[in-house]
């Protein structure tokens, strides 16, 4: 079967390739031959750097990382329904999302009921990112004849996972068409983007419609604001009480170790830290991720914090909240482990990695607690790095090269 699979797309690539009838259409072709079948060409001169590891792989290992962040994410979503639903009862409605949940029932408080219910709101999320952002990587690759990059696979699922369950499906095609097309293709595609695609793409829906996307309420499907019908309800998430009452405000409504295991309202693959751990590990494991920007994160959100709360305020009680809280509600795990951690958009240098790390862990504290406009501080502390990530690496290449003159003109 594969034999004659190769023959027949060899016998058709004539018709691709240039001078071809269907050259234009090459890079759909190329996508397709690539998507089936593995590369028949290998280097064989000497001085030929040579490696297992390509853009390719890099994007499949980002993309598998962030399985777990999704499953545990559908899950989440039919257990806080559920949770929601045994409170004040259910009802039957027309909206389609209600209608694929009834075939199961709201009843059955099984671990597939809930990763049916997460899957009736994520999946079509997921399917219409994916499905308008390969018709812009297409578009743009047919333009400029050139490949199509599999980078959509990773920006397509993280900008799916950074959103809210109920996002309207119009909302999840304009924000990923501006991720695509004004974060990456006009700078010239996969590899020139200064800014990340996924966060670009949700920056313009943070911005474009903030009382649905502020980060202090996420929509919990089933339940609808008069607790009638089963249409949706909008919950304070852990920022949301954060931001109302301090340490106080998130310990009479959770406890930590729910916030670390994922049991709390948020977007869809925010909530655990544990499955975003597993991807963290997977991706510094395979050198896809840099641990010089983790840490720097990590470290600058732990000192600015402990700032904060010392400093103390007698009219923001966000003052109050440690670095132990910060870690595991809203975004910033997520954001650390697969936004801020992105290659193209980040500083490339070692010693600039760490500042770069650093300069967000403060950013998005100081969003955080000081700016009450903007409860969570993740996105906006990440893209602000990367407009600098330029000139971090441009200050740490110049004092290198300083450093190097001053040795010489001492020998």
């Not at 059955?108 to 990112?129: E, Q, R």
Request: aromatic share 14%; net charge neutral.
């Amino acid at each position: 079967m594969k034999a004659w699979l190769r023959s027949v797309n060899e016998s058709i690539k004539p018709k691709f390739m240039p001078g071809g009838a269907q050259a234009k259409w090459f890079p759909i072709y190329d996508a397709i031959e690539n998507f089936i079948f593995s590369s028949t060409h290998k280097t064989t001169n000497p001085i030929h750097v040579r490696d297992s590891i390509d853009i390719q792989r890099i994007m499949v290992i980002v993309w598998l990382a962030a399985f777990p962040a999704m499953f545990f994410g559908m899950y989440n979503i039919g257990n806080q329904t559920l949770d929601y639903l045994t409170l004040v009862g259910t009802a039957n409605t027309n909206d389609w999302h209600h209608v694929l949940i009834n075939l199961v029932g709201y009843s059955n408080d099984s671990f597939l009921t809930k990763m049916w219910i997460g899957a009736v709101y994520f999946v079509p999320i997921y399917a219409v990112t994916f499905a308008v952002g390969i018709l812009w990587e297409i578009l743009f690759a047919v333009v400029r004849k050139h490949e199509i990059n599999e980078g959509l696979f990773v920006s397509s699922i993280l900008f799916a996972l950074s959103c809210p369950p109920d996002l309207p499906l119009w909302q999840a095609a304009m924000g990923i068409t501006f991720g695509i097309v004004i974060g990456k293709e006009v700078f010239g595609g996969t590899g020139k983007n200064f800014l990340n695609p996924a966060l670009t793409g949700r920056a313009f829906l943070y911005f474009a419609y903030p009382s649905q996307l502020s980060g202090d309420k996420v929509w919990i499907a089933g339940l609808s604001d008069t607790g009638i019908t089963p249409e949706g309800f909008s919950g304070a998430t852990p920022l949301g009480y954060a931001a109302e009452g301090g340490l106080q405000g998130l310990t009479d409504n959770f406890s930590w170790f729910d916030a670390f295991v994922g049991n709390i309202p948020g977007s869809v693959g925010e909530t655990s830290v544990i499955a975003i751990a597993i991807a963290a590990v997977i991706l510094l494991a395979t050198g896809v991720a840099s641990y010089r920007i983790i840490l720097g994160t990590f470290f600058g959100m732990i000192v600015m914090t402990s700032i904060l709360n010392i400093v103390g305020s007698d009219t923001n009680p966000m003052f109050q909240v440690p670095w132990h809280w910060h870690l595991v509600i809203g975004s910033f795990a997520f954001g650390l482990v697969f936004m801020a951690t992105e290659p193209v958009s980040g500083s490339g240098t070692n010693a600039g990695r760490w500042i770069y790390g650093a300069l967000i862990g403060v950013t998005v504290v100081l969003i955080r607690v000081i700016n009450p406009a903007f409860p969570e501080g993740m996105m906006l502390a990440i893209l602000f790095a990367n407009l600098f990530a330029p000139v971090i690496d441009h200050m740490v290449v110049s004092n290198n090269i300083a450093k190097r003159k001053r040795a010489l003109s001492y020998e």
